[in-house]
């Protein structure tokens, strides 16, 4: 797998997991259960354009921000948290 591949369930999951995001939280504000959320951030479980919606929403972050553009979703180590 190359970095300019990255699934978007990796790059979502890289985003949560480098912040201070909860996966409780987020699936509440989803309306899914904990157990389907971590299935779509393993890949286990397809993530559909519904539940991308919901989750970005549930984020309050713009879904476009996930999209493959070359950028990082991992925070940058050089700014200030």
Not at 24 to 51: F, H, P, W
Not at 67 to 78: F, K, R
């Amino acid at each position: 797998m190359t970095m300019s591949r990255v699934p978007m369930n990796v790059r979502v999951r890289t985003y949560i997991d480098t912040r201070d995001v909860s996966r409780k939280r987020v699936a509440l504000n989803m309306g899914v259960s904990e157990s389907k959320l971590s299935l779509m951030l393993s890949g286990k479980r397809r993530m559909t354009v519904d539940d991308y919606e919901a989750l970005c929403n549930a984020m309050a972050v713009d879904p476009k921000l996930f999209y493959e553009t070359g950028e990082s979703v991992a925070p940058d180590s050089t700014q200030p948290a």
